[in-house]
Nanobody, 121 residues
Framework: QVQLVESGGGLVQPGGSLRLSCAAS????????MGWYRQAPGKQRELVAV???????NYTDSIKGRFTIARDNAKNTVYLQMNDLKPEDTAVYYC???????????????WGQGTQVTVSS
């Protein structure tokens, strides 16, 4: 069993900051990319940021320069530092991990349960 557990969401005023965390646990052999998606009310889920096991990070244009994704491989944890938050950042944020549970098993994407981020004055 693999679990991704997010934390760090909440209510923040415009211009404020939040840091999301997501820890993967369970039977994990290796993790490739980890990332964050978000879904605002009435909108499709969109990719926010992704960080491979090696190589450069990737961000959606609307959050470039404001959000930073990072990971701690020893803890199987991915973070999303969100600065200068705007009301349009309001959404449920989901973390993902592309991982193998065994050495020769298929690469599979796992999702967290989501954490609400609300930006409002």
């Amino acid at each position: 069993q693999v679990q991704l557990v997010e934390s760090g969401g909440g209510l923040v005023q415009p211009g404020g900051s939040l840091r999301l965390s997501c820890a993967a646990s369970g039977s994990i052999f290796s993790i490739n990319a980890m990332g964050w998606y978000r879904q605002a009310p009435g909108k499709q889920r969109e990719l926010v940021a992704v960080i491979p096991s090696g190589g450069s990070t990737n961000y959606t244009d609307s959050i470039k320069g404001r959000f930073t994704i990072a990971r701690d491989n020893a803890k199987n944890t991915v973070y999303l530092q969100m600065n200068d938050l705007k009301p349009e950042d309001t959404a449920v944020y989901y973390c993902t991990a592309d991982l193998r549970v065994l050495r020769f098993s298929r690469l599979r994407t796992y999702w967290g349960q989501g954490t609400q981020v609300t930006v409002s004055s």
